[in-house]
């Protein structure tokens, strides 16, 4: 089946400094779809970026991720965090015809030190 | 703005009783999904629907159930409750097709003592 494994735990980085999650993935389906979603305390998550493009970068709230067939990778970055992007961050994948469920890695819970 | 709305917010219950979670969306989707969220295990699909009056089983759907009355509404059913299913309890919806986002509700925190 899909599935889509990412970096987990517990990831502390001090403020100004860069940070990159890792997101892999294995499918066998080409109409794929992949997802990073934050989920900032006793919220809901919400999307962060999306993308089903390959080696196309997306970028939204100063985070990017490139799509990466080739490596079945579509990790997420940011240059220069800051303290209010402490949060969950969830990488997912969505493939055509599985009644378009969302594959979720586990997630990992970024905190941004001062 | 996408709108997911779930009740209750909170909940405690006793094990071996009947729990309803509710969802309601007003964003005019057809698909509508349950999920658990639990620490270390993260956001898992318990049972999902693309239709009113029919649901289907996601990947942890032991111990719940689903009803689907109309395209708006989704609920939850606890029929014996247990204490591993002490978790938050998120309800999401979103249009078909692979690259659409799914939308999710503010999540229901339940507690089984």
């Known amino acids: 089946g899909d599935s889509v494994t990412q970096t987990e735990g517990l990831v502390t980085v001090t403020e100004g400094l860069p940070v990159m999650l890792n997101c892999t993935y294995q499918?066998?389906?080409?109409?794929?779809?992949f997802f990073w979603y934050v989920q900032y305390l006793n919220e809901a998550p919400k999307l962060l970026l999306r993308?089903?493009?390959?080696?196309k970068r997306t970028e939204h709230q100063g985070f990017h991720a490139t799509l990466h067939k080739s490596s079945s990778s579509f990790h997420l970055q940011k240059s220069s965090v800051q303290l209010s992007d402490s949060a969950l961050y969830y990488c997912a994948l969505r493939v055509q015809g599985t009644g378009s469920k969302l594959s979720f890695g586990k997630g990992a819970k970024l905190t941004v030190s001062p | 703005e996408a709108a997911v709305t779930q009740s209750p917010r909170s909940k405690v219950a006793v094990t071996g009783g009947k729990v309803t979670l509710s969802c309601h969306q007003t964003n005019n989707h057809d698909y509508m999904y349950w999920y658990r969220q639990d620490t270390g295990h993260g956001l898992r699909l318990i049972h999902y629907s693309y239709v009113a009056d029919s649901t289907e089983k996601g990947d942890i759907p032991d111990g719940y159930k689903a009803s689907r009355p109309s395209q708006e509404n989704f609920s939850l059913i606890l029929e014996l409750a247990s204490l591993s299913q002490t978790a938050v309890y998120f309800c999401a919806s979103s249009l078909g097709g692979y690259s659409y986002e799914q939308y999710f509700g503010p999540g229901t925190r339940l507690t089984v003592l």
């Open positions: 499918t066998a389906y080409s109409d794929v779809a």
């Open positions: 993308s089903s493009t390959d080696n």
